[in-house]
Nanobody, 125 residues
Framework: VQLQASGGGLVQAGGSLRLSCVAS????????MGWFRQAPGKEREFVAA???????YYADSVKGRFTISRDNAKNTVYLQMNSLKPEDTAVYCC????????????????????WGQGTQVTVSS
């Protein structure tokens, strides 16, 4: 599967952005999906994950502010980001893992086989 992320940009603190990640292929519903981010000089970190059947999990740093969702008909996973903070500034990447487990979601970058290119999110103070 190939992944194409979009939706990043420059926003003021407190603002919102919605990231999208479109997957190629016809079996998007077979993939658990995740979003990760990497700030300059820092390690890549987990942001959010969604299982095949829509179960979600969030990093503590974004819980209550970000929402991950998926639309299998559009082969797309979304990351709605509200109440953005300067510390959310990073390159955001989507990732996919094919799995037979409809309930499973995955929290580390090593769990994912497929990655999209990043989209830059910059939050100004």
């Amino acid at each position: 599967v190939q992944l194409q992320a979009s939706g990043g940009g420059l926003v003021q603190a407190g603002g919102s952005l919605r990231l999208s990640c479109v997957a190629s292929g016809r079996t998007f519903s077979s993939y658990a999906m995740g979003w990760f981010r990497q700030a300059p000089g820092k390690e890549r970190e987990f942001v959010a994950a969604i299982s095949r059947n829509g179960g979600t999990y969030y990093a503590d740093s974004v819980k209550g502010r970000f929402t991950i969702s998926r639309d299998n008909a559009k082969n797309t996973v979304y990351l709605q980001m509200n109440s953005l903070k300067p510390e959310d500034t990073a390159v955001y990447c989507c990732a996919a893992r094919e799995t037979s487990d409809s309930l499973g979601y995955y929290l580390t970058q090593y769990d994912y086989r497929y990655w999209g290119q990043g989209t830059q999110v910059t939050v100004s103070s």
